[in-house]
C-alpha cells in the first residue's frame, strides 16, 4: 500500500491507495459488511461500470474480471484500534482501491492489510478468512455437534412474561423426541429499562436463578439476553452513574435513538475504558453465571462503537469494544457469548458466535424498510436473513461460528409457507447453529421435523456455485457425512429446474430437507422453496 499523495479527504485516520491492474472490463466487486446491519443495498456481489463511480466496502473487497478470471482482493486483518474502509474507484474502467482507517492517528501504525490475487474470487476469500482469523487469535472450536436452543423473541417479542417462558419450557421438557434445544435463553422483556440487567419487571416475579434450575431440570441449559454496552436513561444506572458513558463535547452523556419503546428509546454508551465500568459488567456476568446462566447473547454491539469523549484519551471506539469483551470473557470463561450487531473482526477471538444476519421475522417478505408503530418485524424477513448469512458463507466455523437467527418453521402466529420456512432451516443446516422460537408446543409435525432436521444435518464446507454479479447466491456445495451435497435456496418468483449434472453431481440423489426421497437427473424447485440434496454413491 502506498500513502495517498494526490488526494486527500477531509477525514481523520490513516489512508492509502492500492492501484490495480485489471481489464477495461473488469466490472466485478465483492463487498464486505463489518456487521449483520448491512450498509449494502442489494447482493454484496456487485457490478460496477458506470464513468465514475465509487463502492464502498467494509473489511474487505474483491474487484476482478469474469473473463479472464484475473481477481485482486484487498483486506483487512486486524481490527484493534479501527475498522479499515475501502473504495472501489471507477472513472471509465477499475482504477484502485483506497484505503480508509478512522481511528488510526498520524505516526501509529494501521492495523494489518493483506492484498491477494488468483483465479477464484471464494478460494480468496477463504484464503483471507482463515489469514485474518490467525492474526486476531480465534482459537480452534468445536463444531462438531450442531448448536441448538430456544429463545423467546420472534413469538412474543419484548411484552414476554414469565408465564410464556415457563409454558414453553414445560413443552420443550415434554416433547425432546425430534427436536432437543441445548440452550433456552430469556431474551428482552425481562427486565425493568434496557441496563437494569439484574432488575425484574412485574411479569417476571421468581427470581431469575429460581427460573434457571426450572430450565436446568428441563434438560437445557439457561441462557439470558442483554445489552451490555449501552443503558437507556431511563435506567437507574444511567441515573446514578452518568459518568460512566461516553460524553459529547459539553462534558455530558452522549445518547442515540434505540429501537426501544419510550422511555427506554434512548441510549447512552458505556465508556469500557473505564476500570470501574468494565468491573460494572463482569459483575452482571458473574452474578448470572453465578445463578446457572451459561449462554449471553449480548445484543446492539455496534451501538458500542459510540463515538465521543471517553476517561482514557487514548481510547478508540474499536479499543475499548475490545476491552469490555475481554472483561466479559475472562467472567465468565465457561460460557458461550453470542455477540449481535457486533462488529466482526474487533469481535474474532473474543466471542464464540456472532450473528451474521438480519433479524429474520415471522413474514417471509420486507414489509416495510421501517419499524410501523410497534410491529417491529415489519423491516425484517426471512429472505432477508437468508440472503445476509449467505453473502457471508466464507466466515463460516473460521472467525465464530456464524449465527442465521432463530430457525422458522411453525405454523402459529406466522406468515409463510412450509417451503419458505425450508428456506429458514437450510440456513441452519449450513451454519450449524440452530436455535427457534417456535412454540413446541403447538407447532405441528411436519414442521417439528424440519427443525429436527436443522438439529442433525450438518453440510460442512458451503461454496457458492455460479454466483452472478447483482444476485443473491443461490446454490450451494459441500459435503454431509463425508459425502456431496448440493444446497438449494429458490427464493426466487418462479419454478426452478436444477439438473444435477450441471453441479458435478451423480445421476441419483437423494433430497433431505423435506421428507426423504431419491431424485434422478434433477429437482424441479417451485419459488420460495429450498432443498438439500445429498449423493447416493
Known sequence: MNDINSWQPPLPGYRAYLPVDLPPEACYVYR????????????TLHSIDGCDEMLVCHDVTVVGDTKSGKYILAGALTAFRSLTYFT?????????IEVWMPHITAGENPEKLVVLEGNDPNELLVKYADMAAVEMGVPKFDTSVNLTGYCTWYYYYAGVSEKNLLENVEAIKANRSVYSPAYIQIDDGYQTHQGDWLDQRDAWPTPLE???????????IPGIWMMPMLASSASRVYQEHPDWFVKDENGQPKVIKGWSPPPDDHWGCLDTSQDEVLEHLALIFRKFRSWGYKYFKMDG????????????PCATPISAYRQALKAIREAVPDSILLACTAPFIPSMGLVDNCRVSADTSRYFELRSPYPVNTDIDTCCSIRRAAHQTLSNWWKIDRWFRCDPDTMMARQDNAFYTYGEAKI????????GVSLTSDHLGTIAPERLALLGRAQNIRMRDPRPVNWQVNLWPQVFSGTVNGKKALAIFNDSEKEVVYCFADYGMPAECREVLDTPSVRCNKIILPAHDAALLIAEK
Open 424 to 431: 429458514s432451516i437450510l440456513t441452519g443446516i449450513l451454519t
Open 210 to 220: 429460581e427460573i434457571a434450575r426450572k430450565i436446568e431440570d428441563a434438560g437445557s
Open 301 to 312: 454491539m455496534a451501538y458500542g462503537l459510540m463515538e465521543g469523549v471517553r476517561k482514557d
Open 88 to 96: 472501489v474507484i471507477r472513472r471509465g474502467r477499475i482504477q484502485g
Open 32 to 43: 464486505g459488511c463489518n456487521n449483520m446491519s448491512s450498509a449494502v443495498v442489494g447482493s
